[in-house]
């Protein structure tokens, strides 16, 4: 397990806590942290992991304060900040230095740390993603993801389509009944207008550029027209006789091949 770092629980959460410079855990985080956090209930069973062991300890550290969704908020604000940290920031960034991560919640901030000092940290998306079944579970949510060809601001005709199209879907999924309607919108450029919906594993794509991009995957790639064939001229010896003979042989193999199929 990730967290065992050294022979003792407390050992490794003293090299946890001294794995980044000034950086010191709350003892409340590192006794939730040297406890069997894992094995306690959660509102939904997900197959154990990296990923989920990280999100269960999140998930442990807001419930009884009643910051399930300020945990949600911080990966938006690791989101924006990793544009500006650049490639493989997970490896080398760090953490106490980037002023925007000394705003996040505590237990985030020590998620990050305990991530990187196991060299993992670049399964942050994963850990969101078991984290917001958690939350959404836990909340009695489900999440539509709409994908724009802009901001929902900036195309607000398409995002209140989606919304519809997202509430007649719900309807037809029967673990999504009773659940709360929220959306998450995000910007794919591939497309031209309409939108792409998914919700609880079932898809809506009412996107221009998708069909363009599946018309474009329909083209026989096969029905390519038969190259002329050029003879080959040889020099006047033994072996390149053998080479010419043995390569017109094959090259009548190809040329009946050609006329007659396989």
Request: charged letters at 25%; a neutral charge; glycine letters at 4%.
């Amino acid at each position: 397990m990730l967290r065992r770092l050294a022979s003792a629980p407390v050992a490794a959460a003293a090299r946890l806590a001294g794995a980044a410079r000034f950086y010191t855990a709350s003892p409340e985080l590192v006794k939730l942290y040297n406890s069997n956090f894992d094995a306690e209930a959660y509102p939904v069973d997900i197959v154990p992991g990296d990923s989920t062991l990280f999100a269960k300890f999140l998930y442990k550290a807001a419930e009884p304060k009643k910051e399930l969704d300020g945990i949600l908020k911080d990966f938006d604000t690791i989101n924006t900040v990793a544009k500006k940290l650049g490639v493989f920031w997970e490896r080398h960034a760090d953490l106490e230095a980037v002023a925007e991560f000394k705003a996040l919640n505590p237990a985030t901030q020590f998620t990050l740390r305990w991530m990187q000092t196991n060299g993992v940290l670049e399964q942050l998306p994963a850990v969101r993603s078991t984290y917001e079944t958690y939350v959404n579970a836990q909340k009695k949510r489900v999440v539509a993801k709409v994908s724009l060809k802009g901001s929902a601001t900036d195309n607000a005709a398409e995002a209140a389509a989606a919304k519809v199209a997202a509430a007649e879907l719900q309807k037809t999924i029967a673990s999504a009944t009773g659940c709360t309607l929220d959306f998450q919108f995000t910007v794919d450029p591939t497309i031209v207008s309409g939108y792409t919906l998914e919700l609880s594993g079932k898809f809506v794509n009412a996107a221009k550029g998708a069909e363009s991009n599946a018309a474009v995957q329909d083209i026989d790639y096969t029905a390519i027209p038969v190259g002329k064939l050029l003879k080959t001229l040889w020099p006047e010896n033994v072996e390149t006789d053998v080479l010419r003979r043995y390569c017109e042989q094959h090259s009548q193999f190809d040329a009946e091949e050609a006329k007659n199929g396989v």
